[in-house]
């Protein structure tokens, strides 16, 4: 299966929140699945980290490409 998620999703998976449904983290977290970040979530985190809106998302605003490929995830 091909999962595309949206900004919140993949800031709350990188947190590891329980914010996102248990189904939806084991969707996420299930190897045979690939998970695709979408270049609107990299200009929503790095604008929103910039005007100081989230704060907590500094390392994956300095570095998104690296956030998304530590996780095994697709661009």
Known sequence: M????DTHAFLW???GSTSLS?????AIGDEA?????????A???TTKYRLGKL???AAVA???GGAIADQGFEE
């Open 2 to 5: 091909r999962l595309l998620l």
């Open 13 to 15: 998976w990188l947190a």
């Open 22 to 26: 248990l189904p939806a983290r084991r």
């Open 33 to 41: 699945n690939s998970v695709l970040i979408s270049a609107a979530s």
């Open 43 to 45: 200009w929503e985190t």
């Open 55 to 57: 704060p907590e998302a």
């Open 62 to 64: 300095l570095d998104f």
